[in-house]
């Protein structure tokens, strides 16, 4: 299994994807259970650069550096699950939430580049200037401080029964319900089905 393949990409949106590495209430670990997982997942989502990943791999070898980055992306996804919470409820963000999101904004530097691709075709790359491996999650506190800026923004929780997943509706109607068809939705009709059926 590759890194890519440990992690769910339902929730339409980079920081939705990041909220659901959490399966379950009981499973709070998720698909990151250490700092080399996260940095999987930022390779895999496309947020870090080729060759930015293995240069915060070498930093993270150094336990201290390694321990603070791992604690702090885990502050910051249950940061951005408070800032998905606070989306569907239309209430204020927790100022300690708000406060770990600023920090992590703050812990990054960087330029845009475009770059050529294949053909006729061309890149748009982010450069970080900060060495600081912190700096990595930048991407992900950007992309939900940008939900939390967007009036209405479409973020929904699934509503099957015990899943915490969370989705970015771009459904034509807004109206999307569950985090994955496949998985929720079809455990909803088979369980509406059963209970006709008793009926």
């Known amino acids: 299994m590759t890194a890519?393949?440990?992690?769910?990409?339902?929730?339409?949106?980079?920081?939705?994807?990041?909220?659901?590495?959490?399966?379950?209430?009981?499973?709070?670990?998720?698909?990151l259970r250490a700092a080399k997982d996260v940095v999987d997942f930022l390779?895999?989502?496309?947020?870090?650069?080729?060759?930015?990943?293995p240069r915060v791999r070498r930093a993270l070898l150094d336990p201290a550096v390694g321990g603070?980055?791992?604690?702090?992306a885990l502050q910051l996804r249950a940061a951005v699950t408070a800032a998905f919470e606070a989306i569907e409820r239309k209430r204020p963000?927790?100022?300690?939430?708000?406060?770990?999101?600023?920090?992590?904004?703050?812990?990054?530097?960087?330029?845009?580049?475009l770059e050529r691709g294949r053909g006729a075709r061309y890149d748009l790359t982010y450069h970080r200037l900060s060495t600081e491996p912190i700096s990595a999650l930048a991407p992900l506190a950007r992309d939900a401080a940008?939900?939390?800026?967007?009036?209405?923004a479409p973020i929904r929780k699934c509503a099957g029964k015990d899943c915490?997943?969370?989705f970015f509706d771009?459904?034509?109607?807004g109206r999307r319900r569950w985090c994955d068809m496949?998985?929720?939705?079809?455990?909803?009709?088979?369980?509406?089905?059963a209970k006709r059926q008793r009926a």
């Open 182 to 193: 496949s998985i929720c939705g079809n455990r909803a009709k088979a369980a509406a089905f």
């Open 4 to 31: 890519a393949d440990r992690f769910e990409r339902i929730g339409n949106n980079l920081s939705a994807d990041f909220v659901n590495t959490v399966y379950s209430p009981e499973n709070a670990d998720g698909s």
């Open 170 to 173: 771009d459904s034509r109607t």
């Open 164 to 166: 915490v997943r969370h």
């Open 43 to 53: 390779a895999a989502a496309g947020v870090l650069a080729a060759n930015e990943a």
């Open 93 to 113: 963000l927790p100022d300690d939430s708000l406060a770990i999101l600023n920090a992590i904004l703050e812990a990054d530097a960087g330029f845009d580049r």
């Open 68 to 72: 603070r980055f791992f604690a702090r």
């Open 146 to 152: 940008r939900l939390l800026a967007m009036p209405d």
